[in-house]
């Protein structure tokens, strides 16, 4: 029944959007089996979410004690890290689980964003490319290579790729949130924020894993009424 209850609570938190009911089914998971790692770690990435970071924190503390050599929990502590904007702090994270397995391409990304806020746009496109390598040309992963490309005044690579990325067949998903996110490397806020309202309009699960109501990337745009009135419809604000 506990995976039950969790199962649930993923479907209100990634398409939903029922804060309420997913913390809520989450915490009958938790209830129902106190060691249950996965859902700790999903209620954790939920209280991050609500700008709770500490509590998120622990709770992912409690998943890690459950389960210490999970890749994926070990990273989601970076990825708390990096909403924090403890850039260094995840960096050394994901380090570490590199260490476990190098070929890790979640620990790549979230490390590659950490670079990129710290403007260690090098580090950042190697880890990128070496994250594109291993997970065969993951859109997400193409997204922020393209951001990081134009923060970095490689503009004329940034829009080559993202040609490229726009091209690809419709039997390769794109995520909006991918392309908003590479428009803005471009600083093409106008068009951004349209791929933006349309991630809200299709529920990318894209705009939960990342924070969209936390990722750095999105600053740029975060005073606009468009944005703001975006998070609202998301219940974020």
Not at 12 to 36: F, G, K, Q, T, V
Not at 67 to 77: C, M, Q
Not at 152 to 164: D, H, Q, R, W, Y
Request: charged share 25%.
């Amino acid at each position: 029944r506990s995976e039950a209850f969790e199962a649930i609570g993923h479907v209100e938190l990634l398409y939903d959007w029922n804060w309420e009911h997913a913390r809520d089914s989450y915490r009958h998971a938790i209830e129902l089996n106190p060691n249950y790692a996965t859902a700790l770690q999903r209620n954790a990435l939920l209280s991050a979410l609500f700008d709770r970071q500490n509590e998120a924190l622990e709770e992912m503390m409690l998943a890690i004690n459950i389960e210490p050599i999970s890749l994926i929990i070990n990273t989601d502590v970076a990825l708390i890290y990096f909403i924090q904007k403890n850039y260094q702090l995840a960096i050394e994270k994901c380090l570490t689980v590199l260490e476990t397995d190098p070929g890790f391409a979640v620990a790549l990304f979230v490390m590659g964003l950490s670079y990129e806020q710290l403007q260690q746009f090098d580090n950042a496109l190697d880890c990128f490319q070496k994250a594109l390598d291993v997970s065969k040309g993951n859109t997400i992963i193409r997204g922020a290579l393209i951001h990081t490309l134009g923060k970095s005044g490689k503009k004329e690579k940034a829009e080559s790729l993202l040609a490229e990325l726009k091209d690809l067949p419709p039997s390769i998903y794109v995520s909006p949130y991918t392309l908003a996110c590479a428009y803005l490397g471009l600083n093409e806020l106008v068009t951004a924020l349209k791929w933006l309202e349309k991630a809200v309009e299709t529920h990318s699960v894209w705009l939960i894993h990342l924070h969209m109501k936390s990722d750095p990337r999105l600053d740029p745009v975060r005073k606009d009424k468009r944005f703001r009135d975006l998070l609202k419809q998301m219940k974020l604000s």
